[in-house]
């Protein structure tokens, strides 16, 4: 879901460094995330992001680089992110099972 549905603005094709790319159909959840992705980038100069209008469901993240293409810069943010997640989903998973493994005999109480 997320390579799909992107598109760089028309405005940046000349200047291959920099570029905003809108995201249709989601929010801050997702765009907070591929911000902090991409600040983790040593190519990255300068990112940040914007919702239009808090009635539509798009985000615009602009991202300059120190040279790179953003383009680029952000398919590898956005694949950093989706490493990120899997590991997060599989971390989760084994404490999970280890946690089942150690209850076998007992119910889980979740009360306070």
Known sequence: KILVGWEME????????????????E?????????????????????GYSIPH????KVNIRVQTTGDPAKEVFKDALQDLIFMCGHVRETFDEAVDKCRKSNSGNAMDITP
Not at 54 to 57: E, H, S, Y
């Open 27 to 47: 929010d801050h959840t997702l765009a907070n995330s591929i911000r902090f992705t991409l600040n983790q980038d040593p190519r990255v100069t300068l990112c």
């Open 10 to 25: 028309h405005g940046s094709i000349n200047d291959v460094k920099s570029g905003t790319f809108s995201l249709a159909d």
């Open 54 to 57: 808090p009635t539509d469901a």
